[in-house]
């Protein structure tokens, strides 16, 4: 058989400077162009070298191209202008700055690079049309993004978005804890979504898992600070939204607003089920385990009577402390019970000495083994689960 031939195109040679100042995106935008274009080789990689800095005003890299085999390798430092009012947004709406979207083939993005959003002056602004996820995959199947480092998203640091059979893992994301909506991931209408051995530090969700997303597989997780692992929100507005088929494994949560978490508004329809939360350690989160049908943060929220359904959720294996005297708290809908929950070895303690740990459990049924401390009385105890 031939050899595969890899075809090479540095941004460099098409005009990149990589001083951090001189606005670099039509550099990128020339090179993007010839490797997608390129039919020559059985793989392109579009290369941006280190020991540079890059600006780069919002981009959409498009993927219908020639090579069904990319490589996108990320070297150097990526940077976003500093100040919000110089970037060149369409119509002032800056609700991205870098895309990917519309690949078919095999996508990958590497390297020992970094990407930083420069989100500092973003998060003080009061403006709402300011919202600006950094990095997006978008429209895109068989996509792997590894060994790079996000830093100070305006907004959410990563969102995979209608994309299908995406990997992302060794990835390093880290913002500062007080910066707001700088969640580290975020699934939206995606499926087959693989998110291993990543260390996230933001200042909102570490991994957000929302509407349409299915077979989900987050392992290996060192979050916080942040606000822990959300399946939310959902149902906002009276929407029917879903998720399924999360599997949740070995995590280690430190000093988190929350642990493993799902939220659903009030009013909303659809469900969240087949979940599995297994062998989680908290380091002082305030609340490791939530289900919260009654979400609505940050305003006024009538009572509603229909909610989303959430069924068939496993707790296993979760132990450590809880910087909150609940540590577990289930607050369901009257109408709309969570059904199904089950919870087996679980030992939270307080991180103060001497103080024990309690649950608050309301409209909750399902079972529990004999070693779940606090005790969760809502749940009835049995062990063949």
């Known amino acids: 058989s031939r050899p595969l031939r890899t075809e090479v195109f540095n941004v460099v040679d098409y005009g990149a400077i990589g001083d951090g100042i001189t606005d670099d995106t039509q550099a990128f935008m020339d090179a993007w162009k010839a490797a997608c274009n390129s039919k020559s080789a059985n793989s392109t990689t579009m290369y941006i070298p280190h020991g540079k800095t890059y600006l780069l005003q919002p981009i959409i890299f498009n993927g219908r191209c020639k090579s069904n085999n990319i490589n996108f390798q990320i070297d150097g430092k990526i940077t976003a202008p500093s100040d919000p009012y110089d970037w060149k947004c369409d119509e ?20 020992s690079g970094t990407i930083n959003g420069q989100g500092k002056n973003w998060w003080s602004l009061s403006c709402k049309h300011h919202q600006n996820i950094g990095f997006i995959i978008n429209h895109s199947y068989n996509v792997h993004i590894n060994h790079l480092r996000f830093e100070d998203s305006p907004q959410m640091h990563i969102a995979l978005e209608r994309s299908r059979n995406v990997h992302a893992s060794n990835l390093t994301i880290q913002a500062p804890g007080n910066s707001p ?205």
């Open 92 to 111: 002032d709406r800056c609700d991205h700055w870098i895309v990917f979207e519309h690949f078919e083939g095999r996508l990958s993005i590497h390297g």
């Open 181 to 385: 909506n700088t969640d580290g991931i975020h699934i939206q209408h995606s499926s087959n979504v693989f998110i291993h051995n990543t260390l996230i530090k933001t200042g909102d969700d570490c991994i957000s898992i929302g509407d349409g997303s299915s077979h989900i597989s987050i392992r290996d997780i060192a979050c916080g600070p942040g606000h822990g692992i959300s399946i939310g929100s959902l149902g906002v507005n009276g929407e029917n939204e879903t998720v399924e088929f999360v599997r949740v494994r070995d995590v280690h949560l430190t000093g988190t607003t929350n642990g493993v978490r799902i939220k659903t508004w009030q009013g909303g329809k659809g469900y969240a089920r087949n979940i599995l939360f297994e062998r989680i350690t908290s380091h002082g989160s305030t609340r490791p385990i939530v289900i919260d049908q009654y979400y609505c943060p940050h305003q006024y929220c009538k009572n509603e009577t229909s909610a989303v359904q959430i069924s068939n959720v496993m707790y296993s294996q979760i132990s450590g402390t809880s910087h909150r005297q609940i540590a577990v708290e289930l607050a369901c809908s009257e109408s709309t019970p969570c059904t199904d929950i089950f919870m087996k070895d679980i030992h939270l303690q307080s991180t103060e000495d001497g103080d024990e740990t309690s649950s608050y459990c309301l409209n909750v049924r399902g079972l529990r083994n004999s070693q779940v401390f606090p005790n969760v009385p809502c749940l009835l105890q049995g062990e063949d689960f």
